[in-house]
């Protein structure tokens, strides 16, 4: 299958500073990338979707200008963290698709923590 | 209702059994269904990728999708240790969406 890659896979913060996650699709292009979280044994909670060069799409609940989404290429989509509180720690996970009826792939997930 | 229901489990077997998971879902407009495998700690990993009703074999893997009964399953024959994972499936329509279900914990005991 195609290859989604996140970095970095695990990062530890000081609350009140930014964190960026980076996901790349290695060999193909993505239209379109998720973002997404996931809490310990619950299933994945959609963040907001983002296609390449337009604005994301956040769910209902997600503060944009907390979690900043950039979709400037079509290989690389990145999630920044801003200002970061405990309450953030979570396992952070990106997909990505090719196109609107393909498949979505994974990245490895980043876990975060905020002390 | 949910839009996907999953059993999660979890589910124990010894080696070498027949697993069965499956899936129920409410949305007559999915059309896109997917099966994913996620070890703890890592992101999810595509199994199976199916369009409409039928059945897709891979391996030890065998995904089915039966349209008119909004219900599919995930078959994984001589099962092995090394599946002991959580296992996720997904669906989605022609949209930019993906629904998920809530993945159901698997054990294959040596």
């Known amino acids: 299958g195609a290859v989604v890659s996140q970095h970095p896979s695990w990062v530890i913060c000081k609350s009140g500073t930014s964190v960026k996650i980076e996901c790349r699709s290695l060999d193909f292009q993505a239209t379109t990338m998720f973002w997404y979280r996931q809490f310990p044994k619950q299933s994945l909670m959609l963040m907001a979707t983002?296609?390449?060069?337009?604005?994301?799409?956040?769910e209902q609940g997600v503060e944009k200008d907390k979690f900043l989404i950039n979709h400037a290429s079509l290989t690389l989509s990145t999630l920044t963290v801003t200002s970061a509180h405990p309450e953030d720690s979570s396992f952070y996970i990106c997909?990505?698709?090719?196109?609107?009826?393909?498949?979505?792939?994974f990245g490895q997930g980043t876990r975060l923590t905020v002390v | 209702q949910k839009e996907v229901e999953q059993d999660p489990g979890p589910l124990s077997v010894p080696e070498g059994a027949i697993v069965s998971l499956n899936c129920t879902y409410s949305?007559?407009?999915?059309?896109?269904f997917m099966w994913y495998r996620q070890y703890s700690r890592k992101g999810p990993e595509l199994l199976m990728y199916t369009y409409s009703s039928g059945n897709k074999e891979d391996g030890r893997f065998t995904a089915q999708v039966d349209k008119s009964s909004k219900y599919i399953s995930l078959f994984i024959r001589d099962s092995q240790p090394s599946d002991s994972a959580t296992y996720l499936c997904?669906?989605?329509?022609?949209?930019?969406?993906?629904?998920f279900g809530t993945g159901t914990s698997l054990t294959v005991i040596p």
């Open positions: 997904a669906m989605s329509n022609t949209g930019n969406q993906f629904y």
């Open positions: 949305n007559s407009a999915f059309q896109y």
């Open positions: 983002s296609n390449e060069g337009s604005k994301a799409t956040y």
């Open positions: 997909s990505a698709r090719e196109g609107q009826d393909t498949e979505a792939f």
